[in-house]
């Protein structure tokens, strides 16, 4: 896969602070790269420099082999990008908001037409093709700010937060359409919402005070939580303290945590040492000793863990 996108060794300074640092990255065509990073890691910073709305202060970009630096007017003309917040011309009609970006993307008569009827039929905009933008909602300003970004069906989109606002039918569809378009563009979504990784994204890199503390598969982010490959059993209270004792003995366990209990059923965790998988030996200790269990399953890990992990989330950094 040819990479669309391509940052290297790129840093942004806002006076004393250092917003990026060094960061370094690509992004190949047929991928949805998640960039994570808690408030002021430099998320959006980053994506401001790398669709020339900022110059780096060292470092570059390449957007289909085009240089930020060299030649910000191409980068811009492959680029789709929905800013943080969704930026709009208020006093616009929806329609005449979005025909106004096909004459400024340089889209025909025609082809503005077919685009502008594609994307408001993904968006589902019908409703609200004639209402002025400052009268929407935060969600229905979201999925314009989204339309005006794929309008010219651009090889590369940069989307900062772009599920921020909507309810949760409307982030389930914008998420489909993200990985429906990923089959074919690069694309780098901009959050801090870690479910989206699932939902959305091939990839993804988390970074923290400016720096990338991690680049890797979703699988492999869920391999670094403590609780990868955990056993959760559900067991009647009666036996939850044999269960724990019991499980405690298993090869490669290094801790049996009791959960809630409810209707007279107690969770129990069941952690293993990094890299091992305990499902076989849990599920024949259960049963030589006569255990009943309700429930019996793995967990892949929890990405809010491995996040607190690399972050350490400095609130008062650069965006």
Same mark, same amino acid.
């Given at each position: 896969?040819?990479?669309?996108?391509?940052?290297?060794?790129?840093?942004?300074?806002?006076?004393?602070?250092?917003?990026?640092?060094?960061?370094?990255?690509?992004?190949?065509?047929?991928?949805?790269?998640?960039?994570?990073?808690?408030?002021?890691?430099?998320?959006?910073?980053?994506?401001?420099?790398?669709?020339?709305?900022?110059?780096?202060?060292?470092?570059?970009?390449?957007?289909?082999?085009?240089?930020?630096?060299?030649?910000?007017?191409?980068?811009?003309?492959?680029?789709?990008?929905?800013?943080?917040?969704?930026?709009?011309?208020?006093?616009?009609?929806?329609?005449?908001?979005?025909?106004?970006?096909?004459?400024?993307?340089?889209?025909?008569?025609?082809?503005?037409?077919?685009? #502008?009827?594609?994307?408001?039929?993904?968006?589902?905009?019908?409703?609200?093709?004639?209402?002025?933008?400052?009268?929407?909602?935060?969600?229905?300003?979201?999925?314009?700010?989204?339309?005006?970004? #794929?309008?010219?069906?651009?090889?590369?989109?940069?989307?900062?937060?772009?599920?921020?606002?909507?309810?949760?039918?409307?982030?389930?569809?914008?998420?489909?359409?993200?990985?429906?378009?990923?089959?074919?563009?690069?694309?780098?979504? *901009?959050?801090?919402?870690?479910?989206?990784?699932?939902?959305?994204?091939?990839?993804?890199?988390?970074?923290?005070?400016?720096?990338?503390?991690?680049?890797?598969?979703?699988?492999?982010?869920?391999?670094? *939580?403590?609780?990868?490959?955990?056993?959760?059993?559900?067991?009647? *209270?009666?036996?939850?303290?044999?269960?724990?004792?019991?499980?405690?003995?298993?090869?490669?366990?290094?801790?049996?945590?009791?959960?809630?209990?409810?209707?007279?059923?107690?969770?129990?965790?069941?952690?293993? *040492?990094?890299?091992?998988?305990?499902?076989?030996?849990?599920?024949?200790?259960?049963?030589?000793?006569?255990?009943?269990?309700?429930?019996?399953?793995?967990?892949?890990?929890?990405?809010?863990?491995?996040?607190?992990?690399?972050?350490?989330?400095?609130?008062?950094?650069?965006?």
């Amino acid at each position: 896969m040819a990479d669309l996108i391509e940052v290297d060794a790129m840093s942004k300074r806002f006076g004393a602070i250092l917003a990026v640092d060094n960061v370094s990255f690509s992004v190949a065509k047929g991928e949805v790269l998640g960039f994570l990073g808690p408030n002021g890691a430099g998320k959006s910073t980053s994506m401001r420099v790398i669709t020339g709305y900022l110059p780096p202060t060292s470092g570059t970009a390449r957007v289909c082999g085009e240089d930020i630096r060299t030649n910000p007017v191409a980068v811009k003309e492959k680029i789709g990008y929905l800013p943080e917040g969704a930026p709009l011309y208020g006093d616009m009609t929806v329609k005449g908001f979005l025909d106004f970006i096909a004459s400024v993307r340089n889209l025909s008569r025609a082809a503005g037409k077919r685009r #502008i009827s594609d994307v408001v039929e993904r968006m589902g905009l019908q409703g609200v093709m004639f209402q002025r933008i400052e009268t929407l909602s935060k969600g229905f300003k979201r999925r314009v700010g989204l339309a005006q970004a #794929i309008l010219h069906d651009p090889e590369v989109l940069i989307l900062d937060e772009p599920t921020d606002g909507l309810d949760p039918n409307q982030k389930h569809q914008v998420r489909e359409l993200i990985k429906e378009m990923g089959a074919d563009k690069a694309i780098i979504i *901009s959050t801090h919402i870690l479910e989206e990784v699932d939902a959305a994204c091939t990839r993804a890199v988390i970074i923290d005070q400016g720096k990338v503390v991690l680049d890797g598969t979703p699988e492999e982010l869920h391999a670094k *939580s403590a609780t990868h490959n955990a056993v959760v059993l559900r067991v009647g *209270s009666q036996d939850s303290q044999r269960a724990t004792k019991v499980l405690r003995e298993i090869g490669h366990v290094t801790d049996v945590e009791t959960g809630e209990t409810i209707d007279g059923i107690v969770s129990l965790m069941v952690v293993p *040492s990094s890299g091992h998988l305990i499902a076989e030996g849990v599920a024949a200790a259960v049963r030589d000793n006569n255990i009943e269990v309700a429930e019996m399953r793995t967990v892949i890990g929890k990405l809010d863990d491995v996040f607190r992990q690399l972050t350490v989330g400095d609130e008062a950094g650069a965006r």
